[in-house]
């Protein structure tokens, strides 16, 4: 974790306990402060160094606040921020942790239970506590409740956003060490699940010694949790990683064997054990000859382990793309030559959801062309929110600015001058009924409609199923984004019939979203292969309210092998025409 991070985190807890103490507007600093600090590019130790008014100079810190800033890099603490953590000896941030928990229930529920931590939260749920706390009732109390198991997962697990980033460094910085010859990451991070235990590290070397100390002295490392022989783990930006060295001979088999996933390999292995085969993380072994193949970890003679690749086909099988292992019939697919040919990141020739400054963006329509157009995209749709439920205050177009920004859009794509097809659309809100909030004449009208839910998503599963249901058989609606409006470990979102939906979506061509930010990644990986069995199309789309976040589109891409996508099944992996011809239809 950066310094800057570690700032922004202590100022976001200064806000919220501001806020649980009744304290007004002084929260909403606070926050917009950790915002640009975390943002900032120049680390705030440096100018912490310099001074109060070095440190004043990031957008949006204030004096007072660049005032404590200095003073926790002099004292190691900030006397303010102590007080109220005396005044408030709760965990904030796990309780706030549990959807429908916010500061200021935080602080109505320490000062009438005392409740400090989820333990203590729970059992005053279960003893039918909260509900007698005034502005209290027993529906939240329930809704307390049903909330707090999610809560748990959510502290223990990391978004693949947060998690990848910190593997891709690890990986890099050993590839580089002189004594690897090769390097790769295994577990969950490599199968691109939408969370992370913890990463997971493979080095193939014959000095094991200089790798770990070399590991442990990574300079993105916080702590060392272990530092052995052949392996080690460090925590890196809050997330364990662990490293384990085998040899070259044994490279193949270890990587296949710290992908996993459990269930895949225990598959895996018995199709060897079939094939009077043994395999393990050691390697490949004929043990046919041999009277206890239980032995030891290398009985028999090797067949395979050098490579992961030489492993499936010793066992008469094509070789498993990661994303697949999670036992749903990839090993029978495998054993037949039945794979399918999945999507790959390359292939995406465009996104068809993004926003600009027009809504919730930072960049203007041309800025976001033109990182289209970096990208050597063919196509790129601005779809800016248009005003309804869920839509914060003004953020949203009304029909008159829609039309006036579809001749902004024409003259941005103009004044780009970049081999870039722009389609103008939007995204329009799916209301807790199923309708569409914006006109139908206005909807006629553009490229494109991406609907997407963003109010109401508590809502049960039948009327979350009704709800899109309508809305993918809208007839100008051309892709459900983001279908469920989950937030990964923050809330659980809609829970339609996935099948029920997506049939819905093939029978009206209406293609399903994977939104590739990685705090939403959604639909998942499941669904997506519901959407695909249903015959239905999907769309990898980054909805990107930045440059940079399009570099998102990675999480959508691998979401959408998870869910056994080819190129075919995706629409932005299409020609322009195609595409043009798709939403006409
Ligand atoms: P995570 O970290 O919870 O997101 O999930 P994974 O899949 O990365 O699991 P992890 O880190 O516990 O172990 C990495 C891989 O190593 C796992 O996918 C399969 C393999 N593995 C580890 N321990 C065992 C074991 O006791 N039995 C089997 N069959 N495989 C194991
Ligand atoms: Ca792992
Ligand atoms: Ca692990
Ligand atoms: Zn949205």
Known sequence: MSRNDEVAALLEEFADRLEATGVEYKPTAYRRAA????????????????????????????????????????????????????????????LTAVEGVGPKTVGSLYEALGVTTLDELEK???????????????????????????????????????????????????????AVAEAEVCGSIRRWKDTIGDVDLLVASREREPIVEAFTDWPEADATIEAGTGKASVRASGTRVDLRIVDGEEFGSALQYFTGSRAHNVAVRNRALDRD??????????????????????VGERVAGASEDGVYEALDMDPVPPELREDNGEVAAAAAGDLPDLVETADLRGDLHTHTDWSDGSFSIAEMIGAAAERSYDVHAVTDHAAGPGIFGNTGLGEAEIAEQAEAVDEASDAVDADVEVLHGIEANIDAEGAITTDDDTLADLDLVVASPHSALGQDSDAATERLIR???????????????????????????????VEAAAAAGTAIEVNANPARLDADGDAVRAAIDAGATIAVNTDAHAPRELDNVRYGAHTARRGWAEAADVLNARSPDEIREFLDD
């Open 35 to 94: 915002e640009n600090v975390r943002e900032h590019t120049a680390p705030i130790e440096n100018l912490a160094g310099e001074g109060e008014d070095a440190v004043a100079e990031i957008d949006r810190v204030g004096d007072a606040i660049a005032s404590k800033i200095v003073e926790y890099f002099e004292t190691g603490s900030i006397a303010e921020l102590e007080d109220l953590r005396e005044e408030l000896p709760a965990d904030i941030e796990a």
């Open 471 to 501: 809305a993918v058989e809208h007839p100008h609606v051309d892709v459900l984004g983001h279908p469920t409006g989950r937030i990964i470990n923050s809330r659980p979102g809609l829970a339609p019939d996935v099948e029920a939906v």
């Open 124 to 178: 005053a749920a279960e003893g039918e506590k909260i509900r007698e706390v005034s502005g209290f009732g027993a529906t939240t109390e329930q809704n307390i409740l049903d909330n707090i198991p999610f809560a748990r997962e959510a502290r223990e697990r990391t978004r693949l956003g947060d998690a990848r980033p910190v593997a891709d460094a690890a990986l890099s910085y050993l590839a580089d060490l002189d």
């Open 277 to 298: 085969l043994k395999l393990n993380e050691y390697g490949l072994f004929d043990v046919s000859g041999v009277d206890d193949p239980d032995a030891g970890q290398r």
